[in-house]
């Protein structure tokens, strides 16, 4: 049977070329993301200058492993769906095939060998091609999020043995799991369909696509309508998986969206518009497998970066209303003597200050077996300063001396409960949350520290932010100029709302890197579900185009023809994926609202524009190119007998 699975694959090499591709760039990809997470997740923190800088290398690389982590799953989870595709799609042209297989004698379980064995031909090929080209990528998915500044500048990767045969068993796996449904599904093609060219093949939309369809649905939409009961962190993180199940659940119900939409085409389209209108009716697997990657790409590329951008949005906003300050200074507090807030109070024009220092710190909830550290943000604070400063945090006149209060970041912190918290070697002990402050949307620290609880020597070379409050009629420029003289060099003083928009721009930069780490990859592998759906299906229409041209058309019109199909297709394909996207973007507008008091909405054109052209130029470049490809030979030739 391995032999046969063999044959097979040299047969039909260019249909499958997509699926080891896949399988190569998902195994070099999971290689090169375990080595850097397996990296960052075992280095040392350098010796630092400060007490807490080895804890601000232990955040960022909590950061740059949950980045690598997904990356990981991600590769994994869109290498078994471009193979499940590519295979199903081939499974289903070769029915008569298999079926003449059970004519002659095979049982089910032998079909289920020739198609597992295929799989495992597949994925040891590509994962050996995928384990060479892992060496080299490893070293540029580490420049680019070096640069990206998710990586330290010194990072440097270790390798480990035992990575090498894990990548190969693992792409194994990646192919038998993308296989696996299509294969059970052939297992059960029933003898005589060997002897019934002419008929329909069963049903695309088969009992487990309605339950996986339906399922996914239910879960986009129950995110969406429970993402504002989650609050500004919950809802948010609710809001951006609406968007890869909505992209789910419309990929799988393809076959008949894509028809459907296929109906929009002008009905004075003439013969080309007619035959295309047909194709995309009759051949709906076809159309189906072309539209699916295109719905991944658009739902997730759009959805998760249109959320990134409202909700940097609704930060910007929500913190220009919590600030009643006019300028914003950005020092770093000395080694000793008196903090930044002190060279201001002789400054003409100012009439309050408050000055928050941000630090990484331990923090420890529950008890016994229950205990979680993790690290988080805390803010040291000027308790009543603070609460001047920034409307609506709340009464905090019970933050003082040993106590806590839950910052606007806050996650399982509840008023009256007690928390551990540790900066650098500096350990406070269980300390009780006295008070808390609203969340945010753009989040946060999670505590709010007394001034005076952490000594001195932990805070010194730490950066502090300084709100400053102006009298009434000052002219904020004027006395920014005199609080960048008196606090000296090194200090950064802005007016608010170019602080916000600098802190914005700051936000929007770091999601903006994850999105190009993660998300990157997604529009790679849907490239090559598009490009590997296009080569499969036109190959397979040899003798179907060779009878358009017998019958009248010439190649020409072939050839314009599978173009008119592959553009529809792909106009349904980004079609569904934008209503993918809404889902996340409506949610968005749910839970902003709620948090916030106004929707905020912040759409990337640019991103949306480019997508929609370059998926356009992609479809269309290898439909043409392989339909040219296809119809070279005479059509006579291929009508003498059935390939």
Known sequence: MLRLSWSGLLERWSAFAGAVLTVCLGVALVQSSLLLLLTSATADAPAGATAVQPMSFDEARIVAVTVEAVTLALAAFLAVFVIASTFAFTVDQRRQELALLRLVGAGRRHVMRLLLGEAVLLGVAGSLAGSAVGVGLVRVQQALMVRLGLLPGDFSVQWRVWVLPASIALGTALALAGVFLAARRAARVRPLEALRAGEEPAGVMTRGRWITGAVLGAGALALAVLSPLGGPAGGRAMAVCVSLCAALALATFAPLAVPALARLLPARAGTLGDLARANLRDEVRRSASTAAPLIVLVGLLLGQTGAAWSYTAAAQRELRQDTAAQVVVESTLPAAGAGPAAAFTGVSGVATTSTEVELPAAVTTGTGEMAFTEISRVLVVDPAAYERLHAGSGPLAALRGRALAAGPGALGTPVGSEVGVRVGETDLGRLPVVAGVPQTVGGGPALLLPEGLLPADVLAGSPARTFVQLQPGADPRRVAAALAAAAGPGAAVS????????????????????????????????LIGVVNSGVVATSARRREFATARASGLTRRQVVGSALLETWTVTGAGVLLGVVAAAGTLAAVLITTASATGSPSLDLPWVLAGSLVAGAFVVTGATSAWTAWSATRAAPVSLLRARE
């Open 495 to 526: 007016v608010v709302d170019d602080w916000l928009q600098g802190s914005a721009r700051a936000a929007a930069s770091t999601d903006t890197s994850i999105l190009v780490v993660v998300m990157g990859l997604g529009a790679l592998y849907a």
